[in-house]
Structure formats: C-alpha cells, structure tokens
C-alpha cells in the first residue's frame, strides 16, 4: 500500500532554514502531484507547495522567494527547502500525493516544524 514517510522537521529561530523531505512507497504511476501542505493551529490545512508530473510547482504566497521544492521523479521524493523561516511557518507539515488515475489522495504522518518567537 502507499506510504508517505517525511522527515527534517525540528526546531529554528527565526531566520534560519530547515529542510524537510518525503519518499513515497507503494507507489504504482507517477504522482499527478506531489508537494507539502501545513496546518498550524486553529487553521487550516493549507498548501504549501507542490510540483505537478510536468515539473510545474506551486507556491502558497507567503512562502514565495524563501521555499523551495524539488522532485526526484525515479525515486518518488520530494524536498523541500526552507530558508529565511519566520514565527508564522511554524505548523505540522503534510506530505501530500495525488494521483488522477485512480482519484487517491495521499498523506503523511506530518512533521513539526517549530519557530521560536
């Protein structure tokens, strides 16, 4: 069965770069999208940013010019690269897949990111 296993998340002042990453098993095709959402307390579950089978990536607004993703499309990964972290990136952090041949959405366990101040 698919399984979505992330890991990089931790602890860092404001300022400072994490890098969170997630690999993907079971997996039978190619992900339609493959990417990362957040939910902090008290909101909700927002995207973050995704790369589509295409190589196109989105990203949430707030996280423009300071996120970064990238895909390994034979490995099934996904990363993502987080610099210049502020207070307001602090959230639990979802790997996310979807695949449009069979309508299935994945998710992982999600990972803590935390910001002091």
């Known amino acids: 069965q698919v399984q979505l296993v992330e890991s990089g998340g931790g602890l860092v002042q404001p300022g400072g770069s994490l890098r969170l990453s997630c690999a993907a098993s079971g997996i039978k095709s190619t992900l339609y999208r493959f990417g990362w959402h957040r939910q902090a307390p008290g909101q909700d579950r927002d995207l973050v940013a995704d790369?589509?089978?295409?190589?196109?990536?989105r990203y949430a607004d707030s996280v423009k010019g300071r996120f970064t993703i990238s895909r390994d499309y034979a490995k099934e990964t996904v990363s993502l690269q987080m610099n210049d972290l502020k207070p307001e990136d602090a959230a639990v952090y979802y790997c996310?897949?979807?695949?449009?041949?069979?309508?299935?959405?994945?998710w992982g366990q999600g990972t803590q990111v935390s910001v002091s101040s």
């Open positions: 790369m589509d089978s295409h190589g196109t990536s």
């Open positions: 996310y897949g979807y695949s449009d041949r069979n309508g299935q959405a994945y």
